[in-house]
């Protein structure tokens, strides 16, 4: 805009003096040279520094129209282009044609790359890499060869993946409308995945009830068998059956017993508990509950098994409390441990050996998510932390319920009524609440209703 006011300011110096010219000529030359076109060389103003000088027929009309088209040339350069007088200036390119270059200048830097020289690329610091990309990256670049796909089988890459530091838990959930496929949350990426396992039976419904150095455990709904699974890898196993024939609802934790080796602990009302280990694939019952637990316990069953070092914690209600299991010397323990009041939905969780209590507490028509942690001194609950007032806001006056997926350092939270589906994880590290997007299958439209789910640390070379 600024060279263009300095070229019309130009034009209009040329014009005046154009008619300064007119105004003193001698009434002799008057005649002649009115008829005559008159043409000079124009110097630009001192103003105005221009590269060079420029022809200009001040009788011609299209004169403002070049300058015009000197102007709409330049565009953002610094530099200006002369056109033709009356030419258009260029079109702009299509985003496709602009690109282009850039493809091809790309495509050739990679074609230049000599062979002879990344063929030579140490294996081991290869699979170090490899072993710190994203989980979602890594299954990306699998598919381009046999040797990237072998890569899981490989004891140096399982070593490689060991030295890594653990990322953030995924939550593997089972949705009220497709109870026989499960969807995976990325909380990193903030992304659902929806992985097949064609191993597990489509003929019963299996749920996820706890997970350890990235497996899955699953349970049928009749409380019958056992399946672990690694839900990236797909590596499958079922549990052989059970010694002790006990088909009502059982309680289950899974602990790491070993560098590949995993335990599995299940318990019933009535005292019953038998403990898997993965290195015998047997179950064994060793020793019976002690008599300090009263039987029959009330467990509940929303609440997941609390897993700390070699101990399970379970929850229990008349009375309420606590109840542990030592993988190690074999024996129970029963904490009388009274709930906060108006709670509901409560469910036991785990933040750097700390027991913690998640639930919602409902007074009056507010309700609102609160965490607890335990005191070891006094085994009282005291409240550390709760969702910010203005999502609480959201319940006020409505029938909520809430699910928990996952204990350990991050959770998922599942809030549910007639008119309202909330997915929220809390971090207990860093006290954050985020909003989770809902889950939408793919190809669909729907959110889901998430029913129950587990966290379980993302692992590529765990085998079941």
């Known amino acids: 805009m600024e060279v263009l006011a300095m070229l019309r300011q130009l034009i209009g110096q040329v014009k005046q003096l154009l008619q300064q010219q007119n105004t003193h000529s001698p009434s002799s030359s008057s005649s002649s040279s009115s008829s005559s076109n008159f043409s000079f060389p124009l110097q630009s ?41 009356g030419k258009p200036p260029p079109k702009k390119k299509a985003r496709k044609e602009r690109n282009r270059g850039k493809v091809t200048g790309t495509s050739c830097s990679i074609e230049n790359l000599d062979p002879q020289i990344w063929k030579e690329f140490p294996e081991d610091l290869f699979e170090a890499v490899i072993a710190r990309l994203p989980i979602a990256t890594f299954f990306r670049f699998r598919s381009v060869c046999r040797k990237w796909n072998s890569m899981l089988m490989s004891q140096s890459f ?28 990325d909380p990193m990426l903030k992304k659902w995945h929806h992985p097949t396992i064609p191993a597990l039976p489509t003929k019963l419904i299996v749920l996820p009830v706890a997970s350890a150095g990235g497996l899955v455990c699953f349970l049928d709904i009749g409380h019958r068998s056992f399946y672990v699974c690694n839900p990236l890898t797909r590596s499958f196993k079922e549990l052989p059956a059970r010694s002790v024939k006990v088909w009502s609802r059982v309680a289950v934790g899974m602990t790491l017993s070993g560098k590949s080796a995993y335990s599995i602990l299940w318990v019933g009302c009535d005292g019953e508990f038998e403990v898997y280990d993965s290195r015998k694939n047997s179950w064994t019952r060793p020793g019976s509950m002690s008599s300090n637990v009263k039987l029959p316990m009330a467990l509940n069953f929303k609440s997941q098994t609390v897993t700390i070092g070699n101990k399970f914690y379970f929850m229990r209600s008349e009375p309420d409390g606590i109840v542990s299991y030592d993988m190690v010397t074999g024996i129970w323990k029963q904490f009388i441990i009274p709930a906060p009041l108006h709670l509901s939905d409560h469910t036991l969780a785990e933040c750097g050996g700390r027991i913690m209590l998640v639930g919602l507490l409902t007074k009056n028509a507010a309700t ?35 699910t928990c997926l996952g204990n350990k350092g991050l959770l998922m939270l599942s809030l549910r009524s007639r008119q309202m589906n909330r997915l929220v994880t809390y971090d207990f590290s860093t006290g954050e609440w985020m909003k989770v997007p809902g889950c939408v299958l793919p190809r669909g439209r729907k959110r889901q209703w998430i029913a129950c789910g587990t966290a379980f640390h993302p692992r590529l070379t765990a085998l079941a």
């Open 368 to 402: 609102c998510v609160c965490i607890w942690e335990l005191q070891k001194m006094t085994l009282l609950w005291k409240e550390v932390d709760r969702m910010p007032n203005i999502w609480c806001l959201e319940f006020y006056g409505k029938h909520v319920r809430m």
């Open 158 to 185: 399982s070593e490689q993946c060991t030295q890594v530091p653990q990322p953030q838990p995924w939550f593997y959930t089972i949705t009220h409308e497709n109870v026989n496929t499960g969807a995976m949350y």
């Open 45 to 85: 103003p001192p103003l105005l520094h221009l590269p060079r000088c420029y022809v200009l027929n001040l009788d011609d009309s299209s004169a403002e129209d070049s300058c015009y088209n000197i102007i709409m040339t330049a565009g953002k350069s610094e530099n200006l282009k002369m056109l033709e007088p």
